[in-house]
């Protein structure tokens, strides 16, 4: 279901120019015990909300947030428990969300079991995708409901239901695609912020290789994948070949899976420059990320935008790391 990949983004995207001036934070635990008047950007093993803050981006093993959001709540996470009130958009995946608060805009959310508790009103719609739905509280506008198992004692303006088991064979991977390409979505953009904590100085080696020759960057980023793919072919024909083949393919498979997120770190960087907007490194990060994601799900379009810029991202890859041999 695109649609719910394409209203999660373009709700994300809408909290976008207050994200510009985020606070971040980051640990294995972390904890907001004091009032916060700006946007945050937390992530960790453990993250708590104990004290109101004006919005919030949230990733964590265990989110519990106990205290009220004054704008909208993007969050992800293992176990995630929403206690208290939001004042804009709630913004949801993980593999066990309980809303127990207030929202007094919509609701989207994804995971394997999701709650609406008898505590929870939602002021508008309500979209949530999962594998066991629970709905106990009061939805004014239409809830939207795609999981194996729904279960609904609360209320709502009108329901929407679609059982995965009901569809057609040809439907059912299709839920299941949305609630995972959402996770992805979330789990890119959080492999995103690992590698630029860790590895900040190669983000900007990579993004230097990209801004110096874009074009040629794709051409060479295109050729080196169609070699390489013909190289781990030729090397797992043998049998002598195929540890070598293996190695190969897996140093393969990791860099096109990175390489979107070096583009993404180039394209925030040309947009801040282009508004003349001073972004740090993170936040250009992310909203290159936002953008990018977004052109991916055009229909048709997306397809080549997406093969454009795995190419890009890996000749800068590839450009990069021939750098650094030289050098070495």
Known sequence: MRWLKALLLTLIMATAPGGMGLEFMGDDVVSIDSPVEDDIFAGGDTVNINAPVDSAVIFGGRVNVDAPIKGDLIVAGGEVDLNSEVGGKVLAAGGTINLRGDVERNVVM?????????????????????????????????????????????????????????????????????TFGILMILGFLIVGVLILRLFPESMSSVDGEIRRSPLVRAILGLGLIVASMVLIFVSMVTVIGMPLGFLLLALFVAALL??????????????????NRNLGDMPAFVLGYLILSILFLIPLVGFLIELLSISLGFGGLVGYLNESRRRD
């Open 110 to 178: 994804a995971g394997g079991t999701v709650r609406i508790l008898s505590t929870s009103d939602i002021g508008m719609d309500a979209a949530i995708s999962g594998g066991e739905v629970y709905n106990a509280g009061n939805v004014t506008g239409t809830l939207w409901v795609n999981a194996g198992d729904f279960e609904n004692t609360g209320t709502a303006g009108e329901v929407k239901y679609q059982m995965w088991e009901e569809h057609e064979a040809a439907r059912e991977p299709e839920a299941l695609i949305s």
């Open 258 to 275: 990175v390489a979107n997120l070096f583009v993404s770190f180039s394209l925030g960087r040309w947009i801040a420059r282009a508004l």
